[in-house]
């Protein structure tokens, strides 16, 4: 209830590449839905647009309205925001803005919220701004903007803990006034002063008739579980209350499902456990509830069972009783919502494909999408257009998968990323661009990432057919651009990288320009970086915090590495097999040791073989070949060939590779004083001790890289017995990744 006070008045007063390997799991949309998500917390935002739209004559975009809150007055003429220009014009209207941001500068003083902490004084200075600003609106004689002033009166009552009086103005005056936004959000405000007088079944009626499920949600804080809902049934078998209440259960049953019955996870994002206990017994309740015709909703209660049934696995009794619902009485968005649910259930129950069943699927997805184009608000809030993703990707895509029809899988895959691309254009805003341009961390380019080269091959040969089946044809129709031909290719060929097939990359990346390569975003790291520098000599970095602006900007290069690289492997491969002398062949091995490596994720260039990185990535795709492990090979081989400079820096840079467990465990003793010891059940022990020995044997000759090396001289330090040293500090440094 305080926090929708606070963001209406704010409205009122005005009058956001991918990262690889990391799976970080689906959305967990909901399914159930009885009413449009702006009810709560955002109930009036849209009348309140409508109005400025109407007194501006012009298309406004949310963030001008409610940065009338804060603009400059004093220049409304230059504003380029189209509702303070026309200020300029209009004395009447300036002198109420003036008042409404002199109310909302009290606001913030008082704001129990605020990090200022106002001392005694600014607390008094702001109280009697805010008697003054109600002063002033009461005082207003005009009939224009009565009702703003109005409810601005009234929100200086608020501030000031006035509810009494709240109640009482809105019964003798505000009620009588002409039907307007700023009237409904007078009486939303009278409800506040309803529930304080322990009326909480005439407030819920009223926020339930305003669309204010934010406060309703407030007052039933403590009823949301299956007793809540008998008790509030058990007072009025039609309370209000009911309809978010059998939305919260039914939502918060999913989500315990989905966070795999964690309660701290759930505490975090404010939801409470249901378990499948409770489940049961609400769905019993609830078919008796429809039994005994007390409600006038049934349709709400049979849905919620027939969901709640499927999540218990009774897939059969779900679809029968959703499909029951979806004729009984109800809100139209009621049968909507059985209908969404029922896409879910029949996709899980279907036990093979059909062209019967592709038929059905495609008209259910295209009444999803119809009613996702008329849901009020914007796309990301659209549930009808969460509930095609969830459908798509939890269901229709894993069971085309199961069915071998994989190319279909990958088309549904792509749906709801286009479909939500076309809703955002729809408002004249792109959030990113992923149908041929160059970006990579959309649901779908993360699908598409994940395939092996020949999948993707055969997924672009699948885009260019006829299928025979009506569903599929019709998404390769819809999705039209969704693959572009040139940011398949080149994945085909970073495939072909990834897998180790150098050779087989070479025609599909000589096929990509390079104006494609360089509107990449990894195109950055290609401009500033080179695979022939050792990594373990050398750390090529390119990110710093002091040029975030060019972080994020893509850069122009004059040649494709990945395609060099690809000639570059391909062409020393050929020199070994060819090569005879010993140390012509410790040169080639070291030289693809430098070159796999720097390709591998935990490389500089870990651009050439992936998309994306983070300090988590592991080998994490199908068929990608361990490059690190080659890399250590063609070093081991290089060591037992070359010279006596050669097996120094093959013995560095095997030590350098991490490998397994970490080289050095942190321990604190009895004080809590952290110290270092070594870890030798870890590969890398045996590397350094191996660096350590030659160390020993040839330390009057080593190179400076050698005897200047720190992570040696800790190793042979804590390797020799005696007093374990004590490290300063108690936690590790964490290294920046480039």
Same mark, same amino acid.
Request: aromatic share 12%; glycine share 4%.
């Given at each position: 209830?305080?926090?929708?006070?606070?963001?209406?008045?704010?409205?009122?007063?005005?009058?956001?590449?991918?990262?690889?390997?990391?799976?970080?799991?689906?959305?967990?949309?909901?399914?159930?839905?009885?009413?449009?998500?702006?009810?709560?917390?955002?109930?009036?935002?849209?009348?309140?647009?409508?109005?400025?739209?109407?007194?501006?004559?012009?298309?406004?975009?949310?963030?001008?309205?409610?940065?009338?809150?804060? %603009?400059?007055?004093?220049?409304?003429?230059?504003?380029?925001?189209?509702?303070?220009?026309?200020?300029?014009?209009?004395?009447?209207?300036?002198?109420?803005?003036?008042?409404?941001?002199?109310?909302?500068?009290?606001?913030?003083?008082?704001?129990?919220?605020? =990090?200022?902490?106002?001392?005694?004084?600014?607390?008094?200075?702001?109280?009697?701004?805010?008697?003054?600003?109600?002063?002033?609106?009461?005082? /207003?004689?005009?009939? #224009?903007?009565?009702?703003?002033?109005?409810?601005?009166?009234?929100?200086?009552?608020?501030?000031?803990?006035? =509810?009494?009086?709240?109640?009482? /103005?809105?019964?003798?005056?505000?009620?009588?006034?002409?039907?307007?936004?700023?009237?409904?959000?007078?009486?939303?405000?009278?409800?506040?002063?309803?529930?304080?007088?322990?009326?909480?079944?005439?407030?819920?009626?009223?926020?339930?008739?305003?669309?204010?499920?934010?406060?309703?949600?407030?007052?039933?804080?403590?009823?949301?579980?299956?007793?809540?809902?008998?008790?509030?049934?058990?007072?009025?078998?039609?309370?209000?209350?009911?309809?978010?209440?059998?939305?919260?259960?039914?939502?918060?049953?999913?989500?315990?499902?989905?966070?795999?019955?964690?309660?701290?996870?759930?505490?975090?994002?404010?939801?409470?456990?249901?378990?499948?206990?409770?489940?049961?017994?609400?769905?019993?309740?609830?078919?008796?509830?429809?039994?005994?015709?007390?409600?006038?909703?049934?349709?709400?209660?049979?849905?919620?069972?027939?969901?709640?049934?499927?999540?218990?696995?009774?897939?059969?009794?779900?679809?029968?009783?959703?499909?029951?619902?979806?004729?009984?009485?109800?809100?139209?968005?009621?049968?909507?919502?059985?209908?969404?649910?029922?896409?879910?259930?029949?996709?899980?129950?279907?036990?093979?494909?059909?062209?019967?069943?592709?038929?059905?699927?495609?008209?259910?997805?295209?009444?999803?999408?119809?009613?996702?184009?008329?849901?009020?608000?914007?796309?990301?809030?659209?549930?009808?257009?969460?509930?095609?993703?969830?459908?798509?990707?939890?269901?229709?895509?894993?069971?085309?998968?199961?069915?071998?029809?994989?190319?279909?899988?990958?088309?549904?895959?792509?749906?709801?990323?286009?479909?939500?691309?076309?809703?955002?254009?729809?408002?004249?805003?792109?959030?990113? %661009?992923?149908?041929?341009?160059?970006?990579?961390?959309?649901?779908?380019?993360?699908?598409?990432?994940?395939?092996?080269?020949?999948?993707?091959?055969?997924?672009?040969?699948?885009?260019?057919?006829?299928?025979?089946?009506?569903?599929?044809?019709?998404?390769?129709?819809?999705?039209?651009?969704?693959?572009?031909?040139?940011?398949?290719?080149?994945?085909?060929?970073?495939?072909?990288?990834?897998?180790?097939? =150098?050779?087989?990359?070479?025609?599909?990346?000589?096929?990509?320009?390079?104006?494609?390569?360089?509107?990449?975003?990894?195109?950055?790291?290609? %401009?500033? #970086?080179?695979?022939?520098?050792?990594?373990?000599?050398?750390?090529?970095?390119?990110?710093?915090?002091?040029?975030?602006?060019?972080?994020?900007?893509?850069?122009?290069?004059?040649?494709?590495?990945?395609?060099?690289?690809?000639?570059?492997?391909?062409?020393?491969?050929?020199?070994?097999?060819?090569?005879?002398?010993?140390?012509?062949?410790?040169?080639?091995?070291?030289?693809?040791?430098?070159?796999?490596?720097?390709?591998?994720?935990?490389?500089?260039?870990?651009?050439?073989?992936?998309?994306?990185?983070?300090?988590?990535?592991?080998?994490?795709?199908?068929?990608?070949?361990?490059?690190?492990?080659?890399?250590?090979?063609?070093?081991?081989?290089?060591?037992?060939?070359?010279?006596?400079?050669?097996?120094?820096?093959?013995?560095? %840079?095997?030590?350098?590779?991490?490998?397994?467990?970490?080289?050095?465990?942190?321990?604190?003793?009895?004080?809590?004083?952290?110290?270092?010891?070594?870890? #030798?059940?870890?590969?890398?022990?045996?590397?350094?001790?191996?660096?350590?020995?030659?160390?020993?044997?040839?330390?009057?000759?080593?190179?400076?890289?050698?005897?200047?090396?720190?992570?040696?001289?800790?190793?042979?330090?804590?390797?020799?017995?005696?007093?374990?040293?004590?490290?300063?500090?108690?936690?590790?440094?964490?290294?920046?990744?480039?």
């Amino acid at each position: 209830m305080k926090r929708f006070i606070t963001l209406s008045l704010l409205i009122v007063t005005a009058v956001l590449g991918t990262m690889a390997c990391i799976n970080l799991g689906r959305p967990n949309y909901y399914m159930f839905s009885l009413f449009n998500r702006m009810q709560m917390g955002r109930t009036f935002d849209t009348r309140l647009q409508q109005y400025w739209e109407k007194y501006t004559g012009t298309r406004l975009r949310e963030y001008q309205v409610s940065a009338l809150a804060s %603009a400059d007055l004093d220049d409304a003429a230059h504003s380029d925001n189209p509702i303070v220009k026309k200020l300029s014009d209009d004395a009447e209207m300036m002198r109420y803005a003036r008042l409404l941001q002199q109310y909302l500068q009290g606001c913030r003083a008082l704001s129990n919220d605020s =990090w200022n902490y106002p001392s005694k004084e600014q607390i008094d200075g702001a109280r009697l701004t805010m008697e003054q600003v109600g002063q002033q609106a009461q005082a /207003y004689g005009g009939t #224009r903007l009565k009702p703003q002033y109005a409810l601005l009166y009234v929100r200086t009552l608020v501030a000031l803990d006035k =509810w009494a009086q709240v109640g009482s /103005y809105w019964e003798s005056t505000a009620s009588k006034l002409p039907k307007s936004v700023f009237k409904d959000m007078m009486r939303n405000t009278y409800a506040g002063s309803l529930l304080r007088q322990g009326r909480k079944q005439e407030a819920c009626r009223i926020y339930a008739e305003l669309g204010d499920m934010q406060s309703i949600k407030w007052c039933m804080r403590h009823q949301r579980n299956l007793a809540g809902i008998k008790q509030e049934y058990a007072a009025d078998p039609n309370s209000p209350t009911l309809v978010y209440l059998v939305q919260d259960f039914v939502n918060n049953a999913q989500e315990t499902q989905d966070h795999n019955n964690d309660p701290e996870s759930m505490k975090y994002i404010e939801a409470t456990s249901i378990y499948n206990n409770e489940i049961r017994q609400f769905i019993d309740f609830a078919v008796k509830v429809v039994q005994s015709k007390q409600s006038k909703v049934p349709c709400m209660w049979q849905s919620a069972a027939g969901l709640l049934s499927y999540m218990t696995g009774n897939g059969p009794q779900a679809e029968q009783m959703l499909d029951q619902a979806m004729t009984m009485q109800g809100t139209q968005r009621m049968r909507d919502n059985a209908r969404a649910c029922r896409l879910l259930v029949h996709v899980a129950n279907a036990r093979q494909y059909s062209p019967q069943f592709g038929s059905w699927v495609k008209q259910e997805l295209q009444w999803l999408m119809a009613q996702a184009e008329n849901e009020e608000g914007t796309p990301a809030d659209n549930h009808y257009a969460e509930v095609l993703e969830r459908v798509t990707f939890s269901a229709l895509a894993p069971k085309y998968r199961q069915w071998g029809r994989s190319g279909a899988a990958m088309s549904l895959l792509a749906l709801p990323n286009k479909f939500e691309n076309a809703l955002w254009q729809r408002c004249a805003y792109t959030p990113y %661009a992923d149908d041929g341009n160059v970006e990579f961390h959309s649901d779908y380019s993360q699908a598409l990432d994940s395939l092996t080269a020949q999948q993707a091959i055969d997924y672009l040969a699948y885009t260019e057919s006829r299928p025979g089946d009506e569903l599929e044809r019709w998404l390769l129709e819809y999705n039209g651009t969704s693959l572009d031909k040139t940011k398949m290719t080149d994945m085909i060929g970073t495939k072909y990288m990834r897998e180790g097939q =150098w050779a087989k990359a070479v025609p599909y990346l000589e096929q990509v320009p390079l104006s494609y390569i360089s509107k990449q975003a990894i195109s950055r790291y290609m %401009a500033r #970086r080179d695979y022939r520098v050792e990594r373990w000599f050398k750390r090529q970095v390119v990110d710093r915090e002091d040029d975030y602006e060019d972080w994020s900007t893509p850069t122009v290069v004059s040649h494709n590495q990945k395609l060099d690289f690809c000639h570059s492997v391909v062409a020393l491969e050929r020199q070994l097999r060819a090569a005879s002398g010993a140390e012509q062949q410790a040169r080639l091995h070291y030289e693809l040791a430098t070159l796999l490596y720097q390709a591998s994720y935990k490389g500089d260039c870990w651009y050439l073989t992936r998309y994306g990185q983070s300090f988590y990535d592991t080998m994490c795709y199908t068929g990608e070949a361990d490059l690190i492990q080659q890399s250590i090979a063609h070093l081991r081989a290089a060591k037992s060939e070359g010279s006596l400079a050669m097996q120094e820096k093959c013995l560095y %840079a095997l030590a350098f590779i991490p490998q397994g467990a970490d080289l050095f465990d942190t321990y604190y003793d009895s004080r809590y004083v952290a110290h270092k010891r070594l870890n #030798r059940a870890s590969p890398r022990y045996v590397e350094m001790a191996n660096l350590s020995n030659f160390y020993n044997m040839h330390h009057a000759r080593v190179s400076p890289y050698v005897a200047h090396c720190d992570v040696l001289k800790q190793f042979r330090q804590l390797n020799t017995p005696g007093k374990p040293h004590k490290k300063n500090g108690t936690s590790p440094r964490r290294r920046r990744r480039g």
